[in-house]
Nanobody, 116 residues
Framework: QVQLVESGGGLVQAGGSLRLSCAASGNIFRINVVGWYRQAPGKQRESVAVITSGGITNYANSVKGRFTISRDNAKNTVYLQMNSLKPEDTAVYYC??????????WGQGTQVTVSS
């Protein structure tokens, strides 16, 4: 089992920044890929950014150049630095960990609200 706890969400004005954290515990050695996803009201959950155990990253086109995903292996934590935030970034942000056995674990989510 893998447990994920997100933090760092909140209310910010457009153009501002937030940093989300995803702390992992449990069988973390099983984790291959960690990603950030978001779900806005009335919309499907979408991938925002992912990072592999080897440090390879991938971003949704809508956040490229504004968001940065990174990991601190010593702290078992993955971060999502979000800059130049827009109202359309408003959503619940979820952290997910994919194991080498292709099992996905989800965190509880953290609300990000960007006011115009």
């Amino acid at each position: 089992q893998v447990q994920l706890v997100e933090s760092g969400g909140g209310l910010v004005q457009a153009g501002g920044s937030l940093r989300l954290s995803c702390a992992a515990s449990g069988n973390i050695f099983r984790i291959n890929v960690v990603g950030w996803y978001r779900q806005a009201p009335g919309k499907q959950r979408e991938s925002v950014a992912v990072i592999t155990s080897g440090g390879i990253t991938n971003y949704a086109n809508s956040v490229k150049g504004r968001f940065t995903i990174s990991r601190d292996n010593a702290k078992n934590t993955v971060y999502l630095q979000m800059n130049s935030l827009k109202p359309e970034d408003t959503a619940v942000y979820y952290c997910a960990a994919d194991t080498y056995a292709s099992t996905r674990y989800w965190g509880q989510g953290t609300q990000v609200t960007v006011s115009s």
